[in-house]
T-cell receptor, first 116, second 112 residues
Framework: GAGVSQSPSNKVTEKGKDVELRCDPISGHTALYWYRQSLGQGLEFLIYFQGNSAPDKSGLPSDRFSAERTGGSVSTLTIQRTQQEDSAVYLC??????????????FGPGTRLTVT | RKEVEQDPGPFNVPEGATVAFNCTYSNSASQSFFWYRQDCRKEPKLLMSVYSSGNEDGRFTAQLNRASQYISLLIRDSKLSDSATYLCVVILSGAGSYQLTFGKGTKLSVIP
């Protein structure tokens, strides 16, 4: 079946512009996660959606970052007034649920964001 | 103490060798544990869940030591294709709270 898809695969933007990154999770997966990974660094958890519950935004680095998930499926991560330090690969993952092995996450290929 | 710690390596091992990595976690209430592998400039891919009783999948064995708060990954008969960065994930969830932490990874290079 289809895996997690993300678009665009690459995005180059100028400092100060807003960007939107899209994630299509695996069909039937109720949980969706956003991470970012800077070059040579580990994964930084950003935000997590589970079903219709309010998202856990505890990992968002600043109020310039926001995310929404419409209809319990597709999610959009928005970064306003981008800064050079926002340059990273933004990864989306989804999982069937949120207990035990249901936490097994499947990742999309990521969006490589470069802020010039 | 960091929430989740891994030795960054690199571990350079010859083909056919056995290699083991550990991942320590600080919160004793953590409940779910996983190993992922990540190839250079690729997304992480699930390798295996870690069960309380330990589990094996082919050449890979994962174990959980709750008393000492670490999980381990053992790779037997290493192949060149095992070269990657291995990430552990530790999850803690409860009423109204959720915490998911990836380790920074251990790099493995299997040498011919």
């Amino acid at each position: 079946g289809a895996g997690v898809s993300q678009s665009p695969s690459n995005k180059v933007t100028e400092k100060g512009k807003d960007v939107e990154l899209r994630c299509d999770p695996i069909s039937g997966h109720t949980a969706l996660y956003w991470y970012r990974q800077s070059l040579g660094q580990g994964l930084e958890f950003l935000i997590y959606f589970q079903g219709n519950s309010a998202p856990d935004k505890s990992g968002l680095p600043s109020d310039r970052f926001s995310a929404e998930r419409t209809g319990g499926s597709v999610s959009t991560l928005t970064i306003q007034r981008t800064q050079q330090e926002d340059s990273a690969v933004y990864l989306c993952a989804s999982s069937l649920g949120v207990s035990g092995t249901l936490y097994e996450q499947y990742f999309g290929p990521g969006t490589r964001l470069t802020v010039t | 103490r960091k929430e989740v710690e891994q030795d960054p390596g690199p571990f350079n091992v010859p083909e056919g060798a056995t290699v083991a990595f550990n991942c320590t976690y600080s919160n004793s209430a953590s409940q779910s544990f996983f190993w992922y592998r990540q190839d250079c400039r690729k997304e992480p891919k699930l390798l295996m869940s870690v069960y309380s009783s330990g589990n094996e999948d082919g050449r890979f064995t994962a174990q959980l030591n709750r008393a000492s708060q670490y999980i381990s990954l053992l790779i037997r008969d290493s192949k060149l294709s095992d070269s990657a960065t291995y990430l552990c994930v530790v999850i803690l969830s409860g009423a109204g709270s959720y915490q998911l932490t990836f380790g920074k990874g251990t790099k493995l290079s299997v040498i011919p």
